[in-house]
C-alpha cells in the first residue's frame, strides 16, 4: 500500500473513531501516539493532524499538542434548527409520493431497531439505524445531496447525537420517536409533523441537559 494511501486510511480511521467517540471532546492526540500506532514516520502522522485539524475534528496549540476539538452548543443548536427546516419539509415531499414499498421501507427499519434492542449491541450500531431512518426520507424524494451537505457540516451534532446515545442510553426513546413518525407518515398528517419533529430533533438536548451541566461539562466549549 502507497504511504499516500496508507496516510488516507489512517485519517479516516481516526476520524471514525473521534464520530463515534472513541476519542472524547479535548482528549489529547500527538503525532507520536499517532506514528507509535500505526507504525509511521512523523511527517505522514503531521499530515494526518493537518486534515483532522482542516476537518474541525481537532484542534492544534502551535509548539504545545494537539487535542479533539470540544462541542459547540450554538453550533449544535443550528445544526439541530436546520435538519428541523429541512426534514419538515423533506417528510412533507415524501408524503406527496408515499407508496406500500416506501411504507415497508420505513417498518422494516423499525424492526430492526426493534430486533437490536432485544439484544446486546454497540451504540453505534443503533446510531447508523438511526441515520439509514432519517437518510431513507432523502432518497425516497431525489434529495440524497442535500442529505450529503447536511451529513458534511454536522461534526459537532452527530458527535452530539453520540453523546446522547452512549451517555443517556435511553434508545428505547429513540426508538418510539421513529414510530410515531412513521405513523404521521403513513396517516399523511401533515399538521402533526412540525411539532413531533421538532421534539424529536431537540429531545437529546433534553436528554442530556443534566449531563451537559455535569458529569459532560468538559466536553463543550464555553466560550
Not at 403513513?186 to 413531533?196: H, P, T
Amino acid at each position: 500500500m502507497s504511504t499516500k494511501n496508507n496516510t488516507e486510511n489512517i485519517y479516516e480511521e481516526l476520524k471514525e473513531k473521534i464520530m463515534n467517540l472513541e476519542y472524547k471532546p479535548g482528549q489529547i492526540i500527538t503525532e507520536q501516539e499517532i506514528s507509535t500506532k500505526y507504525g509511521v514516520s512523523r511527517t505522514p502522522s503531521r499530515d494526518i493532524l493537518s486534515k483532522l485539524n482542516s476537518a474541525g475534528l481537532i484542534e492544534s496549540v502551535p509548539f504545545k499538542s494537539s487535542y479533539v476539538s470540544l462541542l459547540d452548543m450554538d453550533i449544535i443548536k443550528q445544526s439541530i434548527y436546520m435538519r428541523i427546516v429541512i426534514e419538515l419539509q423533506v417528510i412533507k415531499d415524501v408524503i406527496e409520493i408515499l407508496d406500500d414499498r416506501f411504507i415497508a421501507q420505513m417498518e422494516y427499519n423499525l424492526k430492526l431497531q426493534e430486533l437490536l434492542l432485544k439484544r446486546e449491541f454497540e451504540p453505534k450500531e443503533f446510531y447508523e439505524l438511526d441515520c439509514e431512518f432519517h437518510k431513507a426520507w432523502f432518497a425516497a424524494t431525489n434529495k440524497l445531496f442535500v442529505w450529503e451537505q447536511i451529513e458534511k457540516a454536522q461534526i459537532h451534532y452527530k458527535r452530539f447525537k453520540m453523546l446522547d446515545i452512549i451517555g443517556v442510553r435511553n434508545f428505547d426513546a429513540i426508538y418510539e420517536d421513529h414510530k410515531m413518525l412513521v405513523e404521521i407518515i403513513k396517516e399523511k398528517n401533515v399538521k402533526k409533523i412540525e411539532k413531533v419533529i421538532k421534539a424529536h430533533l431537540n429531545s437529546g438536548i433534553n436528554r442530556l441537559q443534566e449531563l451537559i451541566n455535569g458529569e459532560f461539562s468538559h466536553y463543550f466549549n464555553t466560550k
